[in-house]
């Protein structure tokens, strides 16, 4: 460890890396906190670097934001600049909102979430590839200029730039930054990621096999894990929002108002029942049940637990349906929103999930929590 620290270390850093060790050697789990300022990330780089080096490891190193992810790549070239060993070699990740050339040129793709952006991330290489001079340009110079490639490999091996400063190489040169991300990864001893490339299971399965690598042979280090619990619970939520079913509205009045379950009810109508159902649910719970005929406000509530079970009993009563007729309901809305989303593809746009996220949100019993937002 002492070869691998870059700085003149304090006693309470000489006690962290210790017990750090401690940890890593008997394949344990720590958790520690400490002050801003006391040198936590490099304590941490220090002492798994030197284990995963020494026993053939790998390090996952998560964090919560941008600037985070930056000073865990500004400390690993400190401790690369002290020991020249060409073994450290670390890589920051970043999603495909921020890595997209494409994305960087337009807001709406941009705005796109994980799922939205890996759809048209999909199509536009499939273009790329079938079709000469349609598709992601970025992605077809990646394919075609293997030397260019080559050469940003190469430079990221030495320099190890941040994934703000790859990103801006690889838009000089008109390559895209994830496709040569995915490439390098696999050589990196230190990977630096969001915390979704960890906890959203689709995209750890996605790094795991770029990283070639099995579990076990990782160290994984989360930094500010306080963090975790408010954005578990943000990942694993389903949401149901007014504009969600506003955005609904006004898709079906561009691309058609089908019936569903069989005639049942159209799609707006669907969306707009729903609308007055949340719209009574938060008046109900957040602003306070009748009194008299008087709806009692309370001006300091901005949120309220919403019982299990509430939302779809009231669709079921309103609409005189079974709890079976409504799952129909929801399998229908979800084929709309992929001919949706296919419709959207072919003008080149990005394929929105409005209707897919609605579907999600559906449920059936879950425990709901209104927020004004």
């Not at 799922?115 to 349609?134: D, I, M, N, T």
């Not at 430079?155 to 040169?173: D, G, M, N, S, V």
């Not at 707006?268 to 306070?288: M, P």
């Not at 229908?332 to 929105?352: C, F, N, S, T, V």
Request: proline content about 3%.
């Amino acid at each position: 460890m002492a070869e691998l620290f870059p700085y003149v270390p304090r006693k309470n850093q000489e006690e962290i890396i210790q017990e750090i060790t401690n940890a890593v050697t008997k394949g344990q789990q720590f958790v520690f906190e400490s002050g801003t300022g006391s040198g936590k990330t490099i304590c941490v780089l220090a002492a798994a670097l030197s284990y995963a080096l020494e026993h053939n490891k790998r390090i996952i190193y998560t964090t919560r934001t941008n600037a985070q992810q930056q000073q865990v790549i500004h400390e690993l070239r400190e401790i690369k600049k002290k020991t020249n060993d060409t073994r450290i070699y670390g890589v920051g990740m970043q999603g495909r909102g921020n890595m997209c050339l494409l994305a960087r040129e337009d807001p709406e793709i941009q705005n796109g979430n994980s799922e939205e952006l890996s759809r048209f991330c999909a199509h536009q290489k499939k273009l790329a590839v079938s079709e000469k001079k349609k598709g992601c340009r970025y992605y077809r110079n990646y394919l075609g200029d293997k030397e260019h490639v080559q050469t940003l490999m190469e430079q990221a091996q030495r320099t190890l730039p941040t994934a703000e400063e790859f990103i801006e190489t690889c838009e000089k040169k008109g390559i895209c930054p994830y496709e040569v991300n995915k490439l390098i990864v696999h050589d990196a001893c230190v990977v630096v990621v969001p915390y979704v490339y960890v906890f959203d299971k689709s995209i750890r399965i996605k790094l795991f096999d770029w990283l070639a690598i099995a579990e076990e042979d990782v160290i994984l280090i989360i930094d500010e894990a306080h963090n975790l619990p408010d954005y578990l619970r943000e990942l694993f939520s389903a949401e149901l929002s007014t504009w969600m079913l506003t955005s609904c509205l006004m898709e079906a009045e561009q691309f058609g108002n089908p019936s569903l379950a069989d005639g049942r009810i159209s799609v707006s109508a669907f969306c707009k029942e729903l609308l007055d159902v949340v719209t009574v649910l938060r008046d109900t719970y957040v602003y306070g049940m009748l009194e008299g005929g008087i709806r009692k406000i309370n001006p300091d509530k901005n949120d309220a637990l919403i019982p299990s079970h509430e939302l779809d009993v009231e669709l079921l009563s309103r609409l005189k349906i079974t709890s079976r007729t409504l799952k129909d309901i929801i399998a229908d809305l979800r084929a709309y929103g992929e001919k949706i989303q296919e419709y959207k593809q072919k003008d080149g746009r990005l394929p929105g999930r409005i209707f897919t996220a609605l579907v999600c949100s559906l449920g059936f019993g879950q425990q709901w929590k209104w927020t004004n937002t």
